[in-house]
């Protein structure tokens, strides 16, 4: 069809990337056999289910059930079209594509601008920010912060002036971008009625480009220099941009954070910045909120060593407990800052340099227990005997909730040193705590539990199997096969036709019938391109086929057995259970109609012949 991108483009384009480094972006991956192993990045789990084929370019999640090529991998973790995803791989390899596509292939029009008018929205208040008079308050405020040009260049920092409610606007409507598109992307505002005027979101504010995996610009954040309005506003939720699912500088901190397998987790814009300017660069942070579970599943899949370093007041405290509490459910190891005199990690960072932050505060972090533990002391007087009893009691509590006895011990001897307590003691109060919540969750009502904490209906849902039947394995045998072989295929459609079990497993055996009578190669990789075509609903279901640990070729007995145990599926069934009932018929007496059931059987079993015989 004109204007499609052609087939051999695709193939091109494949052929200069390695599936294993663009997954190894986003997933921390481990050689094991022939394959790589990482926690799966479209549901949440804590033990590698998440496989990747150097040898046949191709993904599956054995646990979800995710599977596909490089395209399909892009177009799912990072919420692309396959325009979008084609493109980036094609800007990564050089391979240019054609000028005219076809419109079922292009992408969505309204995406592609809002992205665009986002790129230009980050030029233009950087521009300001470093050129025009209107950045002299922002260049002031960020001298004053010590941060240097560089720094600025390299966060792409901007300035929105306050005055003019209208730059921005006039800026992008004048290069042909509708008010709505600007709307949806969170960059202009309007009044309430129809004939509102339009204005800029953001006026009067330092600008802080957001980026998405890729380093693409989705959103802003915007610290006001003036008196008026919340200190800090992002831009709103919109197609492109989910502040629960995205982390400041993750793009450009990641391959630091995979090389030291840590990460610090700041809560402002600034601690990140000044950070890395002092060459601190495994910094990210959140966008505005508590740390939420997709960006906790994001860091565990980059690091497993966390340190949280937010504001020294008790807002930021308790910040940091929450975003550890999170963090845990992913086993990540959690380290937990504490800056004196309630100062923020920007302002340590600039008064005492990085070898003092590296030195005295993250070297100095305490693990989440003993966070706990420090914080709950501020609720009790220790020098009043009754508030000290009382502050034992909770601590143990604490104590108990850990998941290891060494963890425990480690702590009840900390206690028993701290007030010369005896541990014996300790452990025997711990017993009882053990005991009264053992009786109060006896008397609780259940509580439904969702797997690894994912708690959203979707086809990634991760759900308990039934065991699969002769005939499906045989099924699922028979297509891994007929993947690699066309002959093999052939055979099977001479044989089998459309006969499967599993409506599943027929369509893909039509289509695989199709795609080699059309005189393609049995190549995994072209035939998912061809389902991109024509059903890609299969393509997670080829995924896994291709993944079974079978043998490169088979013999051909085997193959008669696959379709014998197929077309006698039904048929071994039913003898199956009337043989049951027919011993259900013998055990209560009634000998004739176990006779008459027993002719049924045999003439079941006379059919089963005459097919297997059939089997060429």
């Avoid at 004109?2 to 481990?30: F, T, W």
């Avoid at 109060?429 to 959203?456: C, M, T, Y």
Wanted: hydrophobic share 35%.
């Amino acid at each position: 069809m004109r204007g499609r991108i052609p087939d051999e483009v695709i193939d091109q384009i494949k052929s200069q990337v390695d599936l294993v480094d663009v997954v190894s972006a986003y997933v921390q991956l481990k050689k094991s056999g022939k394959n790589f192993f990482g926690l799966c990045p479209f549901h949440s789990e804590k033990t590698p289910s998440f496989s990747v084929s150097p040898d046949k370019q191709i993904y599956y999640c054995f646990g979800c059930g995710a599977g596909g090529d490089v395209i399909r991998f892009l177009m799912d973790v990072d919420h692309l079209t396959f325009l979008e995803a084609v493109k980036y791989l094609a800007d990564q390899t050089g391979v240019l594509l054609p000028e005219t596509i076809s419109a079922e292939e292009n992408e969505n029009e309204e995406l592609a601008s809002m992205r665009r008018a986002l790129e230009l929205t980050a030029q233009l208040y950087h521009h300001l920010l470093l050129h025009e008079q209107y950045g002299s308050k922002a260049r002031e405020y960020l001298m004053e912060r010590q941060v240097h040009i560089e720094t600025i260049k390299e966060f792409q920092l901007g300035y929105a002036p306050p005055y003019d409610a209208q730059i921005l606007f006039r800026f992008l409507t004048r290069r042909g971008f509708h008010p709505d598109v600007l709307i949806k992307a969170g960059l202009i505002q309007s009044g309430n009625n129809v004939n509102s005027k339009m204005f800029d979101r953001f006026r009067g504010r330092l600008i802080f480009p957001i980026h998405d995996s890729q380093g693409r610009v989705i959103g802003f954040g915007g610290r006001s220099l003036e008196e008026r309005g919340p200190k800090y506003v992002n831009t709103p939720e919109t197609p492109l941009f989910h502040k629960s699912n995205h982390l400041f500088n993750l793009h450009r901190a990641r391959t630091y954070i995979r090389k030291k397998q840590q990460a610090i987790l700041f809560e402002g814009f600034m601690d990140v910045i000044m950070a890395w300017q002092e060459g601190i660069q495994t910094g990210i942070a959140t966008l505005g909120t508590s740390l939420t579970e997709e960006q906790a599943k994001i860091i565990k899949r980059n690091a497993q060593t966390v340190f949280l370093c937010f504001d020294g007041d008790q807002a930021g405290q308790s910040a940091a407990e929450r975003g550890a509490d999170q963090l845990k459910k992913y086993d990540c190891t959690v380290k937990i800052t504490k800056l004196p005199d309630k100062m923020d990690p920007d302002d340590y960072i600039r008064r005492y340099g990085a070898a003092a932050f590296e030195q005295d505060v993250l070297a100095e972090s305490m693990s989440l227990t003993a966070f706990k533990l420090e914080k709950l002391k501020g609720n009790f007087n220790l020098h009043d005997e009754d508030d000290r009893i009382k502050y034992l009691t909770q601590a143990i509590d604490v104590i108990s909730e850990l998941p290891l006895a060494i963890e425990q011990d480690h702590y009840l001897r900390r206690l028993a040193d701290e007030f010369h307590l005896s541990l014996d003691a300790l452990k025997e109060e711990q017993r009882r705590a053990r005991l009264r919540k053992k009786k109060q969750k006896e008397g609780d009502i259940p509580q439904n539990k969702w797997n690894n904490g994912n708690q959203e209906v979707s086809k990634r849902l991760v759900m308990e199997r039934r065991p699969a039947s002769l005939a499906e394995t045989s099924e699922k045998h028979l297509l891994s096969f007929m993947l690699k072989d066309p002959l093999i295929c052939k055979w099977v459609e001479q044989e089998l036709g459309a006969d499967f079990q599993t409506d599943q497993f027929a369509a893909l055996a039509a289509h695989l019938y199709r795609y080699y009578q059309a005189g393609a190669p049995a190549d995994v990789g072209k035939f998912i391109r061809y389902l991109e075509k024509t059903d890609s609903t299969l393509i997670t279901t080829v995924s896994e086929l291709a993944m079974l640990n079978l043998p490169d070729q088979t013999s051909e007995s085997a193959l008669k057995d696959y379709v014998y145990h197929i077309k006698n599926a039904k048929i071994l069934a039913d003898i199956e259970r009337k043989e049951r009932e027919q011993q259900r018929l013998i055990r209560a007496g009634e000998s004739i109609q176990a006779a008459h059931l027993g002719i049924e059987i045999m003439r079941l079993k006379q059919k089963v012949k005459r097919l297997n015989g059939s089997i060429n």
